[in-house]
């Protein structure tokens, strides 16, 4: 009986939202593809490819593992986005230029402290300040900065990173958006313009226009099936040398127990220090964001605030003190992550910011404006389109899809998954 | 307002005219264009020396540029001053614009091929297509709230940018499956971009050459010989004779688009767009189907956009994805102009059009110019590093080349703290409170229509500036 109501629901869902459910038919068609993709089904009618083909399955482990590392460093620049627009109901356009700022900033340090460290210093402190925006100086590859060889640098960086967004966030909330505070929304969007082509402008006038290398690769850890085992190891020459039968000793090389896949041979994910630090830099910073909101009465006074501002006022919460708590917090989130994506990528330039704005817009308008959770999911979501729709469609087109993607879910539920959800 | 027909006591055009000048609108824009003119004669005379010939193409550089300014502002103003649509694609409009152009008048033999049909084709398909991608985004989007509106618009806009500079459309052939229709080779030409042999340039170098599309191959015509050697005589070069008329063909369109705003804003058509603006719940209970008509006024703004990025864009002859017409800076160079002269206000556009374009857009970089002249000699340094190096030895000398050196990046400092500025202080920008009122007659003008003594109508309907402003008329909330 309870499978009864359940049909009945879902047949009153469709007939009361049929563009949500046309849109839910699309995304399971997808699902049933992917699956088939990867089992090797193809259905064909004459010539031509109807559902499945074949994908192999460490592919899609891959793509679903890039989605979630580009998905966790979005939807943790995306908190700050999204508690910005519920608590001061404005679409912050220059939180872009806040991540590059974080990144720049963390870098800076990085470079220096590892300059200092390596020897390699050739006495030109500004040009590792500048993160090598000039011909003298170690290159990227002397310094190899990463989490495993330069630990104190990569941690220093991010520290410093947050402090100097956080700085910039709240001199720029003091100078710009507070005298206009009683404005509209669309008025404060379009001087968030101007802030945003400012600080861009600035970084590129100090740090240069160029695109620059930051470290040099880093270990990896590589995930493997060997002769039917799952192995880990460090390098993939020593997969090579494992399925072949011998393991030189001094390499790092483990096999995991309790697998067997038969003769099953090749590598399935190769997972770099760099997208570790990430993953576990944003968990962390994320379950400590759930946990300062839910327990403190910061989080309820956000939340309160995000209502209602003037009755929040009325009750007695100090406003003012709050929305800098606000900016603390979503400035702080941009520079870890704008730090944390550059690390990740390994490059750094002035339009990374920019170039995630829309990402991380999309994300947040995904989630529904105003959760934090929302931001995570949506952040994560937009990541897995980008890097799973890749199965279908050129990657020149990825960054489209996830923008389609966005203004789907703006027709179809501008609410957002989360809607209705203010902060926390 | 549309009462702004002449008033019956003079008749005459060069009445008319005079009293235009002398307090209307036209004589504010002759005033403002006139300081910009002496202003840029004096960085051309001050700077690296050039003689007339310097001046007159710093004049014509600074023309030209507020002509397509005005004219970008001018239809962005149809969307944000007349119906309060906050779209910050106009980048991607314009690309689609340009992109369709480029495809309909390309030779059919080129890399990448198009259909080799004459310019008027190209023009008004170009303006047709960007009128339909206008209304594909805005069907579903114009239900959404100002801010989300301006998102899904910019992500339109990074959209056709992206799919522009991708592989996949470098050369494709359309209805190729399709029964019935002729296969149909196109192409965008993906990074390596599209030859646009016929331009609107083409017009205009026809007086002058007998062969418009390789000047050099042909000769000149009576009217390029002595039109050409005349100025030459006065030391201008060539090209900048042929671009200064390419600039009056602007400007002609330039008050194309301004009587076509002017039309539109004081049409029942218009009336209704202003009583969206003001408030659409009301607009929509006196029972105008208020959708209907923002896509409508959606889609004509995008024409306009369209053909504004095509006058601009195909001059060159040739155009890639990465140019600066594209990017979503220049929306918001067009909207900056626009916030300048103040949203709603035609006038006001085209004032915002041509403060932009002189002060902000080229102003710093003549300025630099003089500067570099005069105060600094040898190289400047390459890096910030070495501009900040020397300041440990009481050096500024560095600092203020590499400042002069990279100017163009930090006029984009300026442009963003003058958004800034006019946000905090004056939001409605220089003309922005000539709120255009949505009645058909003046509500303020309580004296009947014997008020002849007094000030008239501004020209684009707006209130004329020493008139009380209207109670409510000062800010404009979405």
Redesign the interface.
């Given at each position: 009986m309870a499978a009864t109501e359940r049909v009945a629901d879902l047949r009153l869902e469709v007939a009361e939202r049929p563009k949500t459910a046309l849109f839910g038919l699309f995304v399971l068609g997808l699902g049933v593809d992917l699956l088939l993709k990867v089992l090797g089904v193809e259905v064909t009618v004459g010539s031509t490819t109807l559902v499945g083909g074949t994908l192999a399955a460490s592919r899609l482990i891959t793509l679903v593992w890039d989605g979630i590392v580009v998905g966790l460093g979005i939807g943790l620049a995306g908190i700050g986005l999204s508690m910005t627009y519920s608590i001061l109901s404005f679409a912050n356009f220059a939180h872009g230029d806040y991540i590059t700022t974080g990144a720049f900033a963390g870098w800076a340090v990085a470079w220096l402290l590892a300059g200092l460290g390596s020897g390699v210093l050739d006495g030109n402190i500004l040009y590792l300040l500048t993160v090598g925006f000039g011909p003298e100086g170690p290159s990227a590859a002397d310094l190899s900065v990463n989490a495993v060889s330069n630990p104190l640098a990569v941690v220093a960086g991010l520290v410093v990173a947050v402090a100097a967004t956080v700085a910039v966030s709240l001199v720029l909330d003091r100078l710009v958006f507070r005298p206009m505070r009683d404005q509209s929304g669309i008025a404060v969007l379009i001087a968030s313009i101007g802030v945003a082509l400012a600080l861009r402008y600035l970084l590129v006038f100090v740090f240069g226009a160029s695109n620059r290398g930051l470290t040099a690769g880093g270990p990896k850890l590589i995930l493997a099936g060997v002769s039917g085992n799952v192995a880990l190891a460090t390098e993939r020459s020593t997969i090579i040398l494992a399925s072949n039968g011998g393991v030189p000793s001094d390499a790092f090389y483990v096999e995991l127990p309790g697998v067997d896949f038969g003769s099953y041979t090749a590598e399935i994910l190769s997972v770099t220090s760099a997208e570790v630090t990430l993953v576990v830099t944003s968990l962390v910073l994320m379950v400590a964001l759930h946990l300062t909101l839910q327990r403190t009465k910061l989080g309820k006074a956000m939340r309160a605030m995000a209502d209602n501002q003037d009755l929040a006022r009325v009750t007695g919460i100090p406003t003012e003190r709050v929305v800098r708590a606000t900016w603390v917090i979503g400035g702080g989130l941009a520079g870890a992550s704008g730090f944390l994506m550059a690390l990740e990528q390994g490059t750094l330039a002035y339009n990374l910011g920019w170039v995630l704005l829309l990402l991380i817009f999309a994300a947040v308008i995904l989630g529904g404006i105003g959760s934090i959770y929302g931001a995570m999911v949506g952040g994560l979501l937009i990541g897995l389109t980008q890097s799973v729709s890749l199965v279908w469609i050129p990657s020149s087109f990825s960054t489209a899809a996830a923008f389609a993607i966005m203004i789907l879910v703006l027709v179809i539920r501008p609410d957002g998954l989360f809607g209705g959800v203010t902060t926390a | 307002m549309s009462g702004s027909d002449p008033p019956t006591t003079d008749g005459s055009v060069r009445d008319r005219l005079r009293t235009e000048l002398r307090e209307g609108d036209a004589g504010l824009i002759a005033v403002v264009m006139g300081s910009i003119y002496v202003l840029f004669t004096i960085f051309a005379v001050l700077g690296p020396a050039q003689g007339v010939g310097g001046v007159v193409a710093a004049l014509q550089a600074v023309t030209f540029w507020t002509a397509l300014y005005a004219m970008l502002v001018l239809a962005l103003n149809l969307h944000w001053g007349y119906a309060g649509l906050?779209n910050i694609g106009v980048a991607g409009f314009m690309a689609v614009g340009v992109y369709t152009f480029a495809a309909i008048t390309a030779p059919t033999g080129g890399t990448p091929p198009g259909l080799g049909l004459p310019l008027w084709v190209g023009v008004v398909g170009g303006m047709l297509m960007a009128a339909i991608a206008g209304a594909v985004i805005s069907l579903?989007?114009l239900?959404?709230?100002?801010?989300?509106l301006?998102?899904?618009t910019?992500?339109?806009s990074?959209?056709v940018r992206?799919?522009l500079?991708?592989?996949?459309f470098e050369q494709f052939t359309l209805f190729a499956n399709v029964p019935f229709l002729p296969d149909i080779p196109l192409g965008s030409g993906a990074g390596r971009g599209i030859n646009i042999p016929i331009n609107p340039t083409i017009p205009v170098k026809s007086l002058y050459y007998t062969n418009p599309g390789n000047p050099a191959s042909g000769s000149r015509t009576a009217v390029g010989e002595a039109v050409i050697s005349a100025f030459g005589a006065a030391g201008v070069r060539e090209t900048v004779v042929v671009s200064l008329t390419y600039t009056l063909v602007l400007i002609a369109f330039v008050g194309l688009f301004y009587w076509l705003l002017r039309r539109i804003g004081n049409s029942p058509f218009g009336r209704v767009l202003k009583a969206i603006r003001e408030d659409e719940l009301v607009a929509n209970s006196l029972g105008k189907d208020t959708r209907l008509f923002k896509v409508k006024v959606f889609m004509v703004g995008c024409a306009l956009m369209g053909l504004g990025g095509i006058l601009w864009e195909t001059q060159k002859g040739y155009t890639d994805p990465t140019a600066t017409t594209f990017m979503p800076?220049q929306t918001?160079y067009i909207?900056?102009a626009l916030?300048i002269g103040g949203a709603g206000s035609n006038t006001g556009s085209v004032l915002g059009g041509g403060l932009f374009a002189s002060l902000l857009f080229l102003g710093p970089q003549y300025v630099s110019r003089i500067f570099s002249k005069y105060f600094v000699s040898g190289d400047p340094p390459?890096?910030?590093?070495?501009a900040?190096?020397p300041l440990g030895s009481l050096d500024p000398g560095p600092l203020f080349a590499y400042t002069l050196q990279?100017v163009s990046?930090?006029?984009?400092?300026l442009?963003?703290?003058?958004?800034?500025l006019?946000?905090?202080y004056r939001?409605t920008g220089l003309l922005g409170h000539r709120k255009e009122v949505a009645a058909s007659i003046d509500l303020f003008d309580r004296e009947g229509p014997s008020d002849s003594d007094g000030p008239r109508p501004a020209a684009d309907g707006g209130r004329p500036p020493d008139r009380s402003v209207p109670p409510e008329g000062g800010d404009r909330?979405?």
């Open positions: - | 906050f579903p989007a239900r959404l709230r100002a801010d989300y301006a998102i899904v910019v992500a339109f990074e959209i992206l799919s500079l991708s592989t996949t800076i918001f909207f900056i916030m390459t890096t910030f590093v070495a900040v190096g990279n990046s930090l006029r984009f400092v442009v963003g703290v003058v958004l800034i006019l946000m905090q939001p909330d979405e």
